[in-house]
């Protein structure tokens, strides 16, 4: 009774599709991972991914629709990856729910396999990233912790693109801890591209603890502000591929009776060499984030990630792909990173 | 190597289906909500869902089948939304998992186009909603709070239909702390309908707090009868549309040492009127809730709203809407709560 | 504006097919669960399942694909109850997620409509099901429970067939607390099957409980040995079908202070007979747990059930089941359960 769902390309079946449809694809990767710090250094990692994406029109031409990605990483639960909907139309794309902060205009993607995160060190500052660092903790009782851990996630994105040149505005509305939103504009000149974009967050956050409806009288006040620019910059000029991010920003903290500013920053650049079915890349990312505080009480080191990668495609779909990379933070020994495993699409 | 799902309705190829089939429909909103008595007062609400529906048939003609609904709600955690299995006859409808209630016999539909809920507080004692005031709670401690709160949803459902006239019966079968059931009927007369239906829940509950297995000698017991009959009666008329619904209710509470009998009654109407694309609805509706307690200690202030919304049709499955409401519960003031956004059906 | 999934077991399609698909199948039952032993001896129960499978093929014919089934019991939680990638070639099929123990070889399938687990009992020290009697507790503070409790669910395996001939081994890899592996071989002659399996695992917990972050002291040390050997026969003789399965293992427990070894066994037989529609099945299993320690302090007593159950085609993918069986575990009285449904595919 199995059913079997058409994969076809075959676009003369869409001149009679209904105005709106469901469709499918998907992804999936098996592989190695191997970190030098861990207890047990190889670990197996698998994942399935299922895209749903649904779309229609409106009489007058409006394009309108939403994606699911439903995911499942080493047979654990089934996650919501990124849901979104969007309407679009000659006045550009309005979306929301996971859309993309409007400041990122084109980051680095990562080497490897699987998550050697050279990206995600480049990346520090850009996005909603940032969240990360501004969770400054307080040790409150009662088995709770109070915080300021917040999230930075916008839930609104509208851009506009004509020709070449692109302008994003994206923010967080509706939340009572956070005011957040970004702006972003991108050009693409041939293969060529650069993308600006300012970023700016006001946390303001008020929490206490309460045993079974009663209040402790344990409160944690924070707030913090802070101002992130991002530059981007890249290409593909014949075989080979490059890509960079800058990003600059200054933050002001006031939790828990601790205040501080901090100017940080972070950049990564990647590129890549590709002959035939082979990809050869290779990245270097930095962040310093000037003894910013750290949830659990500690500082966040200075972090640098660098690593080369390299990836085989099979065909159909499928690829093989590695990576080693190397890791340090703050003052911590340098570790080695690596992974190694195939990557599907359906 | 995106896979298109074949999104037709040309019935032509259905005469070559297997007798089981899987297939999908979806919808999505995305737009703004206003709540007056919110700190922010705007936010923003997106959600997906994928309707999952599998149907096959018996080589002598029973038909069975299932409905999975997937939603993400802001980009949040992925759920099921309702999930129903059934078998069809000659004989009627057999569902079990995420049946209607019996007593419902067709309520009001909300107005605007998200959450203005005017229909919630006309349906606040039919179906499984009177769980929400079924929930007398006592602090417990150890962190911990001992409540009566049960959920009064129905997993059985038979229905049979005759022509115009049909009959439900459902029931919650297997909880140890609820005993529920209800009957319903309903008969159509032209495009008019009427409906009488009726709800008993027993539920008696005893529970205690244990610390890492080893009880700490606090316990909480609680028990309360409740009868509900409703009724509900509307019609399409040319381009408008009415819809109403009464209950009467009547509950005898005796939780964690106190005693309380209550009548309850909840009504509401909605009207509409169709031009072309454009729909525009009123709706009112009260609950007097006999100042039954409710989780927490407070007394369940008696609850009023009523609200205007318009919903045009963009065509292809889209649909813009809106709408404004004032509500009221108990002595508090009124605060109005409106929303906008596309509904979009694929 | 639904969207039919063409439905079609027609391979003639599947010559225009891209290399990598999605498709889907689904499974749903619906009936009615007999406990003596409970307050409620009969409950109700629903459930419905969706098969995604996606497959696809490189250039030089490697096949490669996952599966991810979601499923949602009793209307609860859409939940993931499988998910597995995979790639086979003519080196033999590698995967990783929710992989077979490779011990497995074979086991007995159960009995009735949905849950009578007479297979369990005796699958009690097979495949990974043993973690069920190494979760030896300590009763901690602080409301937290330290236990040895782990997963012994493999991540990897490796199976080469030729012929009539397979073999299979498979491992938990990555894990700090538990090293599992297993080996299995099975020889197919006619319909009929013979198989042995052998599975090892070591598990070496600390565990400790802290407070806010803050480590109280309490600490937990438990380690365990466990070798498992397995034998499993059977096959298709006519009407008539039969399985067995055997397990012997030795397991050394040294938590919390204590020490035991244990000689443990478990064994099971299936019958069935089919006439046209109908087929019966009988099952006898038995597990001796030779005074094993379980979770909360007691004994695991030995375990007893047996049964018969039958089940009528109705055509279509849908089919009608039920069984009867008596369970006896360690001193407690017997008990009778029982199950009646309707099973459907889809």
């Given at each position: 009774m199995k059913k079997i769902l058409l994969a076809t390309t075959a676009l003369a079946f869409s001149a009679g599709f209904?105005?709106?449809?469901?469709?499918?694809?998907?992804?999936?990767?098996?592989?190695?991972?191997y970190d030098g710090a861990a207890e047990k250094e190889t670990s197996v990692h698998s994942e399935a991914v299922l895209y749903v994406a649904m779309s229609g029109e409106t009489d007058t031409g409006l394009a309108f629709g939403a994606t699911i990605d439903m995911i499942v990483e080493d047979n654990g639960d089934l996650n919501n990856d990124d849901t979104t909907v969007f309407v679009s139309g000659a006045f550009g794309k309005l979306s929301m729910g996971a859309v993309p902060e409007a400041d990122e205009n084109g980051g680095i993607a990562d080497i490897g396999w699987d998550d050697l995160d050279t990206d995600d060190v480049a990346e520090n500052l850009s996005g909603d990233e940032l969240d990360d660092y501004l969770s400054y903790s307080f040790i409150g009782g009662f088995n709770e912790t109070l915080s300021m851990n917040v999230s930075l996630?916008?839930?609104?994105?509208?851009?506009?693109?004509a020709d070449a040149f692109s302008v994003a505005v994206s923010a967080k509305i509706g939340d009572e801890e956070v005011d957040s939103y970004a702006v972003g504009g991108r050009y693409n000149f041939g293969d060529a591209y650069v993308g600006l974009g300012y970023a700016k967050h006001e946390i303001d956050v008020s929490r206490s603890i309460s045993v079974v409806g009663t209040p402790t009288g344990i409160?944690?006040?924070?707030?913090?502000?802070?101002?992130?620019?991002?530059?981007?910059?890249?290409?593909?000029?014949?075989?080979?591929?490059i890509a960079a991010i800058y990003s600059d920003g200054s933050i002001d903290i006031d939790a828990g009776g601790t205040t501080g500013s901090y100017d940080v920053d972070a950049f990564g650049v990647r590129g890549s060499y590709t002959m035939d079915a082979l990809t050869l890349v290779a990245a270097y990312s930095e962040a310093d984030m000037d003894g910013m505080p750290t949830l659990g009480g500690g500082t966040a080191g200075d972090q640098k990630r660098y690593g080369i990668g390299a990836a085989y495609d099979l065909g159909g779909g499928a690829q093989l792909a590695g990576g080693v990379a190397r890791t340090k933070t703050g003052d911590a020994d340098s570790e080695t990173i690596g992974d190694f495993g195939i990557t599907m699409s359906f």
């Open positions: 209904a105005a709106a449809e469901v469709s499918f694809s998907g992804q999936a990767k098996m592989g190695l991972n996630d916008h839930n609104v994105n509208y851009t506009y693109a409160t944690f006040e924070g707030s913090a502000d802070a101002e992130v620019v991002t530059a981007v910059a890249g290409g593909t000029f014949g075989a080979f591929g």
